[in-house]
């Protein structure tokens, strides 16, 4: 299992740079032309600043779009996007790193925006880079008009200000699509400069809260951005007792001497390991980095021969005992290899065990008591998952204290674990 695991860090440069993830989609070109084609979907923390575009998946050369060169592209079953070329707001708007007074500047810009739903009457579009957020909306016919947000620290530098102007923009399309109706006004007057709130409002302005009867909605259907799994893995740990012993010699003289020695004895065991977590994703549609917490059970057994020389009250006995643990596991997950069907992962993190000891005994009817019963670890990990449903991995921790008994310790030198998942959702 070790040289599994060595294999597949020493592949991760060759993988790493078949990185590029082509999913079926399309590009419109300025004249309203549209291609079909593959997209480099990438997990992209912000809004794209550009693509690269193949008509067919195995051209060598991907053709570079950015929004001053196409009018949008899409993803097969993913995500759409729109360009926009024109004045856009500069300001930070993400708390705590927001403008010392107000800033209303606006430069010329080409960027790409989202699109988050869409129905009979309006669009709504989300475009984000660092400390910044917009959302743009646009009348069925007509291009984008972004809403306007402004937040900042008053002239002490001690309170926020906010200026929600994007809320009249609102009220003016629900009066001209909606008759003013009082409880729609209501939720903007309360809505929030967020995904959610606004999407709610146009929503209701294009008719489709509560889809009526002959309206349509292209309102995408968000993936969850979660999954919960459950797995078992077989456990090899190597366990090691350190011990100190006496050691006397004659020398030619007759005279006894009394020296110190030391020792160790060794245990392996296998023992099966009980997984059940959550992963959270950053994009679930290309679910390349993860964040997965995970709790784990298991129990082994531990047994030592300890030789006459050991200075302890057991010398000559043997030591066993049982430990059970109980373990959360946070940790982060990059799919170095990351297609629909297959994707290879590599994955670090830190171990938080508690541990019980039971059938603890020292060889002379007494009971062996002590130990740690909190530790931390970590592990790292290499694996695969296929359809999106099983992940078979590898895991290696070493160098974590069991337990302390007898001025000597006991320490599971090295744990490796080859484990199985089955994804729930």
Known sequence: MRSLFIALLLALPAVALAQANYQEGYIVKNNGDTIKGYINYQEWAYSPQKVEFKTNRTDNQPQDCNPGNIKGFGVKGAETY????????????????????????????????????????????????????????????????????????????????FRNLYRGQLLLYAYKFSSGDQNLKNKIEQAKFEQPDLEEIVDEINGTGILKEGSTSTHKAEKSPTRLFGGVGLNSISTTYYYSGLVTTTTTGGQTMV???FGSRNSSTQALKFDFGMDVFINPDIQQFVF??????????????????????????????????????????????????????????????????????????????????????????????????????????????????????????????????????
């Open 82 to 161: 729109a360009s926009f070329v024109g004045l856009i707001s500069m300001n930070k708007n993400i708390f705590p790193d927001v403008p010392s007074n107000l800033d209303t500047t606006r430069k010329q810009g080409a960027i790409f925006l989202k699109q988050l739903d869409s129905g009979d009457r309006l669009t709504l579009y989300y475009n984000s880079e660092i400390h910044k957020n917009r959302f743009f909306i646009a009348e069925k016919g007509q291009p984008p008009v972004e809403l306007k947000y402004y937040e900042y620290y008053d002239q002490s530098n001690t309170e926020v200000v």
């Open 259 to 261: 020296s110190a020695s």
């Open 292 to 425: 997965r917490t995970e709790l784990s059970f298991s129990s082994f057994s531990g047994h030592f021969s300890l030789p006459a020389t050991a200075t302890t009250s057991i010398a000559g006995s043997d030591l066993s005992f049982t430990e059970s643990s109980l373990t959360v596991t946070p940790q982060f997950l990059f799919s170095v290899y990351n297609k629909d069907k297959v994707k290879v992962y590599i994955d670090a993190g830190f171990g938080l065990n508690r541990s019980s000891f039971s059938n603890n005994s020292d060889g002379t009817g007494e009971s062996a008591s002590g130990g740690y019963m909190f530790r931390a670890y970590f592990p790292i990990e290499a694996g695969i998952i296929l359809n999106k449903r099983f992940d078979i991995s590898f895991t290696y921790a070493s160098f974590t204290t069991s337990w302390d008994y007898s001025a000597a310790a006991v320490f599971n030198k090295l744990s490796t674990t080859l484990g199985v998942k089955v994804f729930l959702n």
